[in-house]
């Protein structure tokens, strides 16, 4: 197969998970995976199928193995330590979500669901007072409200210690 013939049948399974059609996709994906078992963006597309489907635990390995190899552009590299970090949680394997997604943050520090779904792992591994930091100022730097934005120093203040009384 070439590499044309290859980029193509992606973007057939791009299209077919698109018009709600992703167990066409997961075959087509699962026959491609076979073919390339090293190719990370096969694998990305593999685990993120998974993921649609619900099938969650099948999607590690692909997820894994996109990120343990080349070839991934920034943008889907960072998908990838999303999905991974979000299955992981979702899968009850908390420490790892955290490990995947703090990797994730330090990668892509202006990405917002990457600190999103890092404050839901670390309120899952009773990291409250983080979560609840990294919220806030995830809050005061992104929102559009104005009433948000009138108390923005004071939300970024109290984001350092949440705890601070006079």
Not at 19 to 46: H, I, Q, S
């Amino acid at each position: 197969m070439s590499a044309r013939e290859k980029k193509d049948l992606l973007a057939e399974t791009d299209r077919l998970r698109e018009e709600g059609r992703a167990g066409e996709a997961r075959e087509k994906l699962l026959a491609l995976t076979a073919r390339f078992p090293d190719d990370a963006e096969v694998a990305y597309r593999t685990a993120w199928v998974h993921d649609v489907l619900g099938l969650e635990s099948e999607a590690v390995a692909y997820y894994e193995r996109s990120l343990a190899g080349t070839g991934l552009g920034a943008e889907e590299r960072r998908g990838a330590l999303l999905g991974l970090g979000s299955t992981y949680r979702v899968l009850g394997r908390y420490g790892q979500a955290v490990e995947t997604l703090r990797g994730g943050v330090e990668e892509f520090p202006d990405d917002g669901a990457l600190k999103t779904f890092l404050a839901m792992a670390l309120f899952n591994t009773e990291e409250h007072h983080e979560a609840m930091r990294l919220l806030l100022r995830l809050v005061a730097s992104t929102s559009d409200d104005p009433y948000v934005q009138q108390y923005r120093p004071a939300i970024e203040h109290y984001a350092k210690d949440l705890d601070e009384t006079m």
